[in-house]
């Protein structure tokens, strides 16, 4: 199974022993955004057998800051809800503007699961392509789920003041250029304006074809590029809250490099005082 599978390949493939489909949609309900129920919106209409992650559920249970990857107990017990097993061949999907189907490629890679892949298109494409979905709420067969990983590709504050003052490692952030640059204001109350200093700017929406496909090879090595990165070095993604920076991530990988997500990002790195801030172009 490749990392980005094609909705011909997963349509051949529904039902095949040891596949997993998973619809891991995620509104995060920044002020603007309309309101969404993913779970709703996975009753009404998903894929054939997948089972819906429930991203919101996944987070540790009372931090501080929004979208925290979750402790090993937490998600151990969730992913064993969801039948999950280590051998598992595990493709993930979304519909939803954040993309954040490959926040849960993050999370699931973070706690050891080798063989994670992205539906490319997502439900959109599969529903443009006419492709049938079912309805309703599956209860998976339960499974115990040993964490032999916790962490794994997954920076810190501590980590991330690190990176920033020795300045060998990329630090590239996914957020529009309007939030980077300072032009406009913060969604969440209490979080400066700008980036971390030294960081470069890559909105996630760039990493796709206008058919919400990922760009691939040249292209995407292109918009790396673009934004003054070089995707052959080591990279640290940050955005908001650590879901785009998923993305950032994803993309690397396509290209062969694995690149960390600073998980608390700007919500942490923007609301402590104590931390260095720039803004205007990178």
Not at 138 to 149: E, L, Q, Y
Request: charged content about 20%; aromatic content about 8%.
């Amino acid at each position: 199974m490749h990392d980005l599978v094609s909705t011909e390949w997963l349509a051949a493939n529904t039902g095949a022993p040891g596949l997993r489909v998973l619809d891991a949609s995620y509104h995060v309900g920044l002020p603007g955004e309309p309101p969404r129920d993913a779970a709703a919106e996975f009753a009404a209409g998903h894929l054939p057998g997948a089972a819906f992650m429930d991203l919101a559920a996944f987070a540790e249970p009372g931090a501080a800051l929004p979208s925290t990857m979750p402790g090993a107990t937490h998600f151990a017990a969730l992913a064993g809800r969801l039948g999950l097993r280590a051998d598992d061949r595990i493709v993930l999907y979304d519909d939803a503007p954040h993309r954040t189907a490959a926040r849960a490629w993050v999370m699931l890679r973070a706690f050891g699961f080798a063989q994670v892949a992205l539906l490319d298109g997502g439900l959109a494409k599969w529903k443009a392509e006419g492709r049938p979905l079912e309805q309703g709420t599956p209860t998976p067969a339960p499974t115990t789920v040993d964490v032999a990983a916790a962490g794994v590709g997954v920076l810190d504050l501590a980590a991330m003041r690190k990176i920033q003052q020795e300045g060998t490692v990329q630090i590239v952030d996914a957020r529009s250029a309007a939030r980077f640059t300072g032009a406009e204001a913060d969604p969440r109350t209490g979080v400066a304006l700008g980036h971390i200093p030294g960081s470069r700017n890559l909105p996630y929406p760039r990493l796709f074809n206008a058919d919400g496909t990922w760009r691939q090879g040249a292209a995407l090595t292109d918009a790396f590029a673009a934004a003054g990165i070089d995707p052959n070095k080591p990279m640290a993604m940050t955005c908001g809250s650590g879901i785009t920076a998923s993305v950032l991530a994803f993309g690397a990988h396509l290209l062969g490099q694995e690149a960390a997500v600073y998980d608390g990002s700007w919500t942490e790195w923007g609301g402590d005082p104590t931390t260095p801030k720039a803004t205007g172009e990178a």
